[in-house]
């Protein structure tokens, strides 16, 4: 549970980025434009790897980890992003069934 302080301070640095962002400009977006174009696929990565191994705090391998395997199979082997889907679930839904 997220207290108040917690919640306030969070606001305060959003705040506080939005701030700088407008006051600062252009000035810094040459400098950071390499870090901010790999921010998207580190998070989407962090992401996976969240909803993969984690549940509740611990550290789980289950029928997810046979998902994202899959998954990466066909993003590897360059099938379209649907087929990516349903391989991930099916290959998830099958480790399932047998397990």
């Avoid at 909803?51 to 590897?76: C, S």
Wanted: net charge positive; glycine share 8%; aromatic share 10%.
């Amino acid at each position: 549970m997220m207290s108040w302080s917690a919640l306030l301070l969070l606001a305060a640095g959003a705040y506080a980025f939005k701030l700088i962002g407008m006051l600062v400009g252009d000035r810094l977006a040459t400098r950071f434009s390499v870090v901010a174009s790999l921010l998207p696929a580190a998070l989407f990565a962090a992401i996976i790897v969240l909803m993969t191994f984690a549940e509740g705090g611990r550290l789980v391998f289950d029928a997810r980890l046979v998902g994202v395997a899959a998954g990466a199979v066909a993003l590897w082997r360059r099938a379209p992003f649907v087929l990516v889907v349903l391989v991930a679930m099916a290959s998830t839904a099958a480790w399932r069934a047998v397990t």
